[in-house]
């Protein structure tokens, strides 16, 4: 009987049958897409599409790289266990897309980079840009195995699928579409992908109300249960509250979508400035429906599980595998509807998988190998991009391991972000409105922004929060079937990380501070420390800047007319090579039928 606990069935025939096609399927549409569009085989063809992509598709791909097999198995875990306060998080995503729209793509824009760590050589030096990347390339490793092994481990103690079977396949399918179709491949399949996850959310939230009778009646269970009590303004760093949903999520988001590359290069692949704007609003709305199809999806299973909780009854091992549990027991009377959800957690990972793998790829090329090696043909580029595909690949198949020792994935996953995002968040800033800031000071501020982090982020993982802090809304077993000593993914369920004999002074203050609040802390030091040493080292007496390195007044909150003196700018840098009629920064191709990049971006405004 449903919601009762005990075993549930495995994986059947049909279930295999609609997981493979799926996944084939994606892989394809990726793969013909890619194929079709590519005219010629060059570095930019392969990185960023030809910079022809328009808005719509960016946008569903931006929504698809971070709302990964995480976010399809983790945050209906956490709404489960604490309730419904994540949906605070689409205040944070307004604010991340109003900020990075208006400020970091006409910047991007403006000086037609590919990889985002160029600013950081045209701001500061080259050391800077290197520490940049590598810091970008060891986070990014680091959150892609968690990516493919977290759903991996879920999904096999669940469905019974063999884990590195699911691991080696996650990187084999991404590495081949990722080297023969490069960012159109990854684009197009991530669209695909991001259906397959919103239509997985709809099924589990249709079958609990068809066995709850409605809609109304999770709501209620779920009012009943204290889940919608989201809006706590406690002012506590400590606490999950709304000030640090609101002010640490914004931060940290603001930090994955406006210099990640993974994101960057989607929205710099677009055709103009008013598409890659457009795409990060469409990506909004994107946001706001797949956290709440999650959100409600975590209320719809403890409606379904109130009273009697699969992990305290020992039917799971972990929290994220609540959603697989659900999936297994109440939709496998329905022949192929598992492997359906199965393949909306899998196509989030494969989403951010071949995102990682091929952002990766694209800062390797730009900051480490084109620099030193300026004589490459096109050609000897393209077989070095498709050749870091297949490396980095397997690298992330590698790193999968290590996820296995990092507690609640979706914690896990932000921290990580979190610790390495937040520093380099506020390097950027110190170069975008801070023109005293010079290469001493900034490089100081990030160096000191990042020992703060990573001090607060290794200690929380070596010191958890105490049980009281990490406690989750009552669960109950009053209902159970008693299965804690048959159930095949059974292990002694604790809610917390075990807890060391020796707890220092900070255990209970700074190490228990709320992950989401590592990005601000490393921000704030950064541009804090970054300044003073500035200042101390000269920095108000630097040489004059480009004024294309810093936000200006008609970066915000526009989109064409605004950008007329910048168009000039532009058309007299060019004017050597063409001349041309300007008239309200309108421009057709043939105007500009050159390579100089200068006179490219003409066409950008």
């Not at 989201?230 to 609101?246: H, S």
């Not at 994935?409 to 170069?431: E, R």
Request: aromatic share 12%; charged share 15%; with cysteine.
């Amino acid at each position: 009987m449903v919601g009762t606990g005990g075993p549930v069935a495995s994986f059947s025939v049909w279930d295999y049958v609609v997981f493979v096609g799926i996944v084939v399927g994606a892989a394809m549409i990726g793969l013909i897409a890619a194929i079709r569009g590519r005219k010629e085989s060059t570095s930019e063809e392969f990185l960023l599409g030809g910079r022809q992509m328009t808005a719509v598709p960016v946008a569903m791909s931006l929504t698809a790289s971070f709302m990964s097999g995480i976010t399809v198995i983790g945050t209906p875990a956490e709404a489960y266990r604490y309730g419904a306060a994540f949906w605070i998080f689409g205040i944070s995503y307004a604010i991340m897309s109003i900020i990075t729209a208006e400020i970091f793509v006409p910047l991007f824009y403006r000086l037609g980079i590919t990889s985002t760590y160029e600013y950081l050589e045209m701001r500061f030096n080259k050391t800077i840009r290197m520490i940049g990347t590598t810091m970008y390339i060891i986070q990014t490793i680091l959150y892609t195995g968690m990516v493919i092994y977290a759903p991996a481990l879920a999904l096999n103690q669940i469905t019974g699928l063999d884990l590195w079977g699911v691991l080696v396949a996650t990187g084999v399918v991404c590495i081949i579409y990722c080297t023969l179709g490069g960012l159109k491949a990854v684009i197009w399949t991530d669209v695909l992908q991001m259906i397959i996850m919103l239509i997985g959310f709809i099924a589990v939230i249709a079958r609990g109300a068809v066995l709850q009778g409605g809609l109304g009646k999770i709501w209620k269970d779920a009012g009943d249960g204290g889940r919608l009590d989201a809006f706590d303004f406690d002012l506590d760093p400590l606490k999950r509250q709304f000030w640090t949903i609101v002010v640490g999520g914004s931060i940290m988001w603001l930090s994955i979508y406006s210099i990640n590359q993974s994101q960057v290069q989607r929205y710099i692949s677009c055709k103009t400035m008013m598409h890659a704007k457009m795409s990060l609003y469409v990506n909004l709305v994107g946001l706001w429906v797949t956290v709440s199809l999650a959100v409600f999806s975590g209320l719809t299973v403890y409606s379904i599980y109130k009273t009697c909780d699969p992990f305290t009854n020992g039917d799971v091992s972990t929290p994220d595998q609540l959603l697989p549990y659900f999936v297994m027991d109440t939709l496998a009377i329905y022949p192929g509807v598992p492997g359906l959800f199965v393949a909306a957690a899998y196509s989030g990972t494969l989403s951010t998988v071949s995102s990682s793998i091929n952002a990766l790829v694209a800062v390797t090329g730009e900051d480490y190998i084109r620099p030193f090696c300026k004589n490459l043909t096109q050609k000897q580029l393209s077989w070095i991009n498709m050749g870091l595909s297949v490396f980095f690949g397997f690298v992330c198949i590698g790193m999968a391991g290590v996820a296995s020792l990092m507690g609640s994935i979706l914690q896990a996953s932000l921290s990580v972000f979190g610790m390495i995002s937040g520093p380099l968040l506020g390097l950027y800033l110190l170069g975008l409105f801070f023109r005293t800031a010079n290469s001493k000071g900034s490089l100081a501020g990030l160096i000191f922004g990042l020992i703060i982090t990573l001090w607060v982020g290794i200690g929380s993982q070596i010191y958890p929060p105490s049980e009281e802090k990490t406690k989750p809304l009552p669960l109950y077993t009053t209902t159970c079937n008693s299965t804690l000593s048959q159930n095949f993914t059974t292990i002694a369920p604790s809610w917390t990380s075990a807890q060391p004999e020796y707890r220092p002074a900070l255990a209970d203050t700074w190490y228990s501070l709320s992950y989401l609040y590592f990005s601000p802390v490393g921000t704030v030091c950064t541009v804090i420390v970054g300044l003073l040493v500035s200042v101390i080292t000269g920095g108000c007496k630097q040489e004059k800047l480009s004024s294309d390195l810093f936000v200006t007044k008609n970066d915000l909150f526009c989109f064409k007319g605004c950008h007329n003196s910048q168009a000039s700018e532009f058309i007299e840098k060019a004017d050597e090579k063409i001349h041309v009629g300007i008239d309200n920064t309108e421009f057709t191709d043939d105007q500009f039928a050159i390579s100089d990049k200068d006179v490219e971006k003409v066409t950008q405004f």
